[in-house]
Nanobody, 115 residues
Framework: QVQLVESGGGLVQPGGSLRLSCAAS????????MGWYRQALGKQRDLVAR???????NFADSVKGRFTISRDNAKNTVHLQMNSLKPEDTAVYYC?????????WGKGTLVTVSS
């Protein structure tokens, strides 16, 4: 059974930084796309950033230039470095991966940007 476990969320002041990590475990071989989505209170879940196994990357326009995404294929991990955080980045962040044509989700980690 595939599991995704996120870590690194928390409270940060505007302008600050956080690094989210996600580790995939289970019977996994050759993961496809890995990425991060977020869901603010009362809103839908939206893509933040994703990265393919070959390094293809895309970002939501709202985070371009502030967030970076990276992955370690050997460790089945994906990281999201978030800089210059804004209050509107406040949300639950979910790790996502596509494996065997199926999407898998972590339970989410809360990021709160507030002074």
């Amino acid at each position: 059974q595939v599991q995704l476990v996120e870590s690194g969320g928390g409270l940060v002041q505007p302008g600050g930084s956080l690094r989210l990590s996600c580790a995939a475990s289970g019977s996994i071989f050759s993961i496809g796309v890995m990425g991060w989505y977020r869901q603010a209170l009362g809103k839908q879940r939206d893509l933040v950033a994703r990265i393919g196994s070959g390094g293809f990357i895309n970002f939501a326009d709202s985070v371009k230039g502030r967030f970076t995404i990276s992955r370690d294929n050997a460790k089945n991990t994906v990281h999201l470095q978030m800089n210059s955080l804004k209050p509107e980045d406040t949300a639950v962040y979910y790790c996502n991966m596509v494996y065997g044509g199926m999407p898998y989700w972590g339970k989410g980690t809360l990021v709160t940007v507030s002074s």
